[in-house]
């Protein structure tokens, strides 16, 4: 549960410790998982099963502001005492007095991906989301909370739905269109 799961991110030599590519490779494993699109009811597996981690892109949340940004890279990891894992991340278009430590299980997870106007039936209240906002200087993703959906008919722009949510970071409230909105990914980690 380690750097396993960042077989495409480039990691610092010095992070490793002088550890040999050979000996580094030795430490971990990449884990069988299920890729995106793969069903989850158990059916016949084959030896496409198994995804191909250096494809998958990820996102962190940052304790300065709580809001997602794109992983340009992991830099290290490190074990905890009390046995959960953090890494050290630079964050993509970032330098590295931006780069910070995350819990793994928690504060990573796989690229979350905008909702079509086609799927907006499929959000519900309830729903823990991803939800662009813009600030003065840049683009910041928040996971939200949605509270009600005011269902509208679609025409030729698309959605028209009205989605009340809560921002999980502050509990602020506000109503955005479904073009804001994105479904959030599963942590490495899970």
Known sequence: MH??????MEMDHQDR????????????????????NKPLDGSKKGKDDEADLSKVEFEARSSKDGAWYDVDR?????????????????????????????????????RSVPIEPYDCHLVNVGDILLCYQEKRDQAIYYDVRVLEIERRTHDMRGCRCLFSVQKEYDKSEEKVWLRRLCWCRKSPGH
């Open 3 to 8: 750097a396993e799961f960042f077989p495409a």
């Open 74 to 110: 992991i830099l290290s990891h490190r074990s905890l005492p009390s046995g959960e894992v953090e890494v050290h991340v630079r964050f993509l278009g970032f330098g590295a007095d931006e780069d910070e430590w995350v819990n793994l299980a928690s504060s990573v997870r796989e």
């Open 17 to 36: 410790n002088n550890t040999s590519p050979n000996e580094w490779a030795k430490l971990s494993t990449v884990p069988k998982v299920r890729p995106a």
